[in-house]
């Protein structure tokens, strides 16, 4: 049952006077519905392994299935149908800064051809989801940081994901406010179904709220399964 595949991925980046190997042999499932943390250093191949997911970054070598579709195979048209339905919440949000909370959500809905009334009614809704509903006509700069991943959580569920890729979403956030987005993404995943990879150097991240963990080294993975056997438990 498994929603994501990736089958011997290698990938490189050239450089005018070097090779650098950012992945090297990957081989990871992910069954739907779950939450999927990957965890390592700095520069050990997070952020190109979760780019790999939706093809923001093409492999090297090696294939990357999705409901058991090769991705690596399909036209760039298609490619893009796929991407719309692969959320994304990224470490600074990445808010429009000239929108209102509001058009910042139905920003993606309009992307997709999605009627005016239409996206208006379904990002209020999204924004009642992630309780900001006393909010939506404020500007980004108005709101807290925590609130600010709200309104980015909120955007990267505009089209109806199966899948939410989470990049280091609680990085920029304090302890107290990190555990309510956790929260929020646990929520998400249990009452949506929708299956949750995320990218983290917290392991206060991976204990809360993964089920499964891929620690990854060197562009290689060190240690995979479920969290409770991969962390012995204080
Ligand atoms: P992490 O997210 O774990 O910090 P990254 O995936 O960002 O790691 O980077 C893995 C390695 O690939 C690092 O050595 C990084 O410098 C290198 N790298 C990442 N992106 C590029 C790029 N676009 N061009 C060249 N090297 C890159
Ligand atoms: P409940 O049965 O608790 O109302 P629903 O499955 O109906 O839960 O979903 C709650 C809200 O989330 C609804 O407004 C719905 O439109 C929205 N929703 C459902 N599935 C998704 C999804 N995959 N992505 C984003 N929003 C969704």
Redo the contacts with the bound molecule.
């Keep these: 049952n498994a929603l994501i595949r990736l089958e011997n991925i290698h990938k490189t980046y050239t450089t005018k006077d070097k090779t650098l190997h950012a992945l090297s042999g990957i081989d990871l499932q992910i069954e739907k519905g779950k939450i999927f943390g990957i965890i390592g250093r700095s520069g050990a191949g997070k952020s190109t392994l979760i780019r790999m997911l939706n093809l923001l970054e093409k492999p090297t070598q090696g294939r990357v299935f999705i409901n058991e579709r090769d991705i690596t195979a399909i036209s760039e048209a298609e490619l893009r149908k796929v991407r719309q339905k692969i959320g994304m919440v990224f470490q600074h949000f990445n808010l429009l800064t000239s929108r209102t909370v509001l058009d910042n959500v139905c920003f993606p809905l309009r992307l997709a051809g999605m009627p005016k009334k239409e996206r208006h009614d379904r990002a209020i809704?999204?924004l009642s989801?992630v309780g900001l509903t006393d909010h939506i006509h404020k500007y980004p700069r108005q709101l807290s940081g925590g609130q600010q991943q709200r309104v980015g959580i909120a955007r990267a569920?505009a089209n109806?994901?199966?899948l939410l890729l989470c990049d280091e979403a609680t990085s920029a956030l304090d302890p107290e406010t990190t555990q309510s987005i956790l929260g929020l993404l646990a929520d998400i995943n249990k009452?949506?179904g929708?299956t949750i990879v995320l990218i983290t150097h917290g392991m206060d991240v991976i204990r809360s709220i993964c089920d499964q963990v891929a620690i990854i080294d060197g562009g290689k993975i060190a240690e995979m399964g479920e969290v409770l056997d991969v962390f012995l438990h204080p």
């Design positions: 809704e999204l989801l569920l109806k994901p199966e009452r949506l929708i």
